[in-house]
């Protein structure tokens, strides 16, 4: 798998201006660091989060400058948001890879992922006219290729690939990566990660709001207002695009990856009776924490789907794909109903890749309705480098030592420090 070609690469989403930093208050009480281990620490520092997600659609990055030491003095300002796609034939490999790859295919995904990893780094850097060498450390997700939660016959485990070795010795950045780990071997998901970070960069200050992610799942954290103290709420509410993305993919014979601005879905009808007993499905009944990936909603989901279908002609892959659509939207406004909606809910913003479909949006809007649904542009913040952005706060939280876990959201025994450290340079 070689780099993208430089005319490929996607777009530099935004630049904020010096001033435009951000501050909230929240009335939590400050968490204390734990030992930094020979860490290094300063008040004021440039991170870089980079996250891969279960869409597989490729790597966003996050340029953030962050002041302050804990999560009272915390304040930030975006320099730069990068995305780069994935061409098709990487996008296949990674799936093949992911879905039955064997120890020498998942090995050499992990060293090349690496690479790609380094250089999107470096191109957001350049993009943002940031040397390298004053950005304190990458914050890599990397690419999940297996996430198991906990059960009651034990606890979860789950495992990332895009070798931070490898990322460390490009950049010659200190690297924060496998961020989940802790948080299972403490009996937790290891997921959402996001909450901690998302009352950081997006509480209002007077009101509680939701941000409902879209990416290759869909997850959502509710937020109290920044002036209570109340704990967040946060977990996966089911399937993101992965599912629409593969329909995408085999109505039009592997032409598309995804369905670009909704027009599959917008041309098909929703077969009412399939979707109700789509929803039947045992997840979405299940109480947070909860977790879930494309073990349960991925290729094979809809490989059954199509088989009771059985499309022929367009119009019936188009039903199929409006039809996965309207599961998306019904399984996320199930979850308000049930968890989100009675604690309190000013507005609803979007996030992810699928913040971008306006037929999704437009379904999960009509089902939430009268709550207002919008997305992270009213904040300033391109819809999909959220969670590239919340990357970049795990790492400056780990530089810092502070347990940056949601044990609320997560099930985990008690706040751990996340990630692991690779040291830059040579």
């Known amino acids: 798998m070689s780099p993208v070609p430089p005319d490929d690469r996607c777009r530099l989403a935004m630049q904020t201006q010096p001033d435009d930093r951000h501050r909230i208050a929240i009335q939590v009480p400050p968490v204390v660091p734990q030992a930094h281990r020979g860490r290094v620490t300063a008040p004021v520092m440039k991170v870089l989060g980079m996250m891969s997600g279960t869409s597989l659609d490729g790597v966003d990055a996050a340029l953030l400058e962050v002041d302050g030491t804990t999560s009272a003095t915390f304040s930030w300002r975006l320099l730069g948001f990068h995305s780069e796609r994935y061409r098709p034939e990487e996008r296949d490999w990674i799936r093949r890879a992911i879905e039955s790859g064997g120890p020498a295919e998942l090995a050499r995904l992990h060293a090349v992922l690496g690479e790609r990893l380094a250089h999107c780094a470096l191109d957001a850097c350049a993009r943002a006219g940031v040397d390298p060498r004053t950005v304190a450390a990458i914050g890599s997700h990397g690419q999940t290729v297996w996430h198991d939660p906990p059960s009651g016959e034990g606890r979860g485990a789950t495992l990332q690939l895009g070798d931070p070795a490898t990322i460390a010795e490009i950049t010659g950045i200190p690297v924060v990566s496998d961020f989940r780990t802790r948080d299972v071997a403490a009996g937790g998901h290891g997921a959402p990660l996001v909450p901690w970070p998302d009352r950081l960069l997006f509480s209002a200050p007077d009101r509680p709001r939701a941000l409902q992610n879209l990416g290759g799942m869909a997850n959502v954290t509710w937020l109290p207002a920044a002036s209570e103290g109340e704990p967040v709420l946060a977990f996966d509410t089911g399937p993101g695009v992965a599912l629409i993305d593969t329909a995408a993919e085999l109505a039009t014979g592997g032409r598309r990856t995804f369905d670009a ?40 989901f809809v490989r059954r789907f199509v088989e009771r279908r059985e499309p022929r002609t367009r119009r019936d892959w188009t039903d199929v794909v409006a039809t996965l659509t309207a599961f998306t939207a019904a399984s996320v406004a199930d979850a308000y109903r049930r968890w989100v909606l009675p604690r309190g809910v000013s507005e609803v913003l979007l996030a992810g890749g699928g913040a971008l479909n ?22 300033g913040l391109d819809p999909e480098a959220r969670e590239a952005a919340c990357f970049a706060v795990l790492a400056w939280a780990h530089l810092q030592g502070l347990p940056a876990n949601a044990p609320e959201a997560t099930g985990a025994s008690g706040p751990r420090v996340l990630g692991s450290l690779t040291p830059g340079g040579a």
Not at 270 to 298: C, I, N, W, Y
Not at 358 to 379: C, F, K, N
């Open 358 to 379: 306006p037929v999704l949006a437009g379904m999960i809007a009509d089902r939430l309705a009268p709550v207002p649904v919008r997305d992270l542009t009213e904040l």
């Open 261 to 300: 601005d909704g027009e599959l879905a917008a041309a098909g009808e929703v077969d009412a009776e399939l979707l109700d007993r789509l929803m039947e499905h045992p997840f979405l009944r299940r109480q947070p924490p909860k977790s879930t990936g494309r073990e349960v909603f991925g290729t094979a």
